[in-house]
């Protein structure tokens, strides 16, 4: 399964980006979407995720309020908008897709995730 991530980019703290994830000729409206990110010498860590219908929504409390999730099955696209940024929000973001998942569960860990984009780097200069 490939997933085709993009909308990275270089940005000014307080600025916003947007970034997309397209997994194109698959059944996307059965996977659970997320996005990680890992900045240098880190661990890749959970930043959002969404269910197959998006009624399950979960951040991670560094973005939360900063970020929203969101996609569009008919497009077989995963969003993330990601609002006043700061210096710390720079990192690679990689988007995940679980083909596993079940409709009422949502999981933050990315072992649950079978399938990952490329990852799209974020800088956010301060």
């Known amino acids: 399964v490939q997933l085709q991530a993009s909308g990275g980019g270089l940005v000014q703290a307080g600025g916003s980006l947007s970034l997309s994830c397209a997994v194109p000729?698959?059944?996307?409206?059965?996977?659970?979407m997320a996005w990680f990110r890992q900045a240098p010498g880190k661990e890749r860590g959970f930043v959002a995720g969404i269910n197959r219908n998006s009624r399950l929504i979960e951040y991670a409390d560094s973005v939360k309020g900063r970020f929203t999730i969101s996609r569009d099955n008919d497009k077989k696209t995963a969003y993330l908008r990601m609002n006043s940024l700061k210096p710390e929000d720079t990192a690679v973001y990689y988007c995940a897709a679980d083909a596993t998942a079940i409709l009422s569960n949502l999981s933050v860990y990315k072992s649950s995730y079978n399938y990952w984009g490329q990852g799209t780097q974020v800088t956010v200069s301060s």
């Open positions: 000729g698959r059944p996307f409206s059965r996977y659970n």
